[in-house]
């Protein structure tokens, strides 16, 4: 049974830095919609505390293949692009969560 928190679950393809956003995943959407104020699971993310990703963006891109909606997602805060492609590589998958609907786990 899907977890009430899921909101989305994105295919990632590749991650970039845009001017004016910062670091961004590209991906196709497998499962749910990624809206504006989702959450990323916590992320370590270079040498700081672990750390949730709040979604501030979300283009919808065309795709010329059929894997789904193609979307270009930025963050609040964006993280330093390599690390988030260290976190996100090709063919992993960024999980959004619904803001209030994840427990957070204090010590882990």
Known sequence: MKAANIGAQIEVSNAMF???RGAVILGHVREGTARV???TAPLVLGAGAAQ???????ERLSS???????VGIAFR???DLNDLKRSF???SI???????GAVEQAGN
């Open 18 to 20: 845009l001017a004016g």
């Open 37 to 39: 104020g989702q959450l």
């Open 52 to 58: 949730r990703l709040e979604v501030s963006v979300v």
């Open 64 to 70: 010329m293949d059929r894997g789904g909606q193609a």
């Open 77 to 79: 805060k964006p993280p």
């Open 89 to 91: 590589p090709a063919g």
């Open 94 to 100: 960024l999980v959004l969560e619904e803001p209030g």
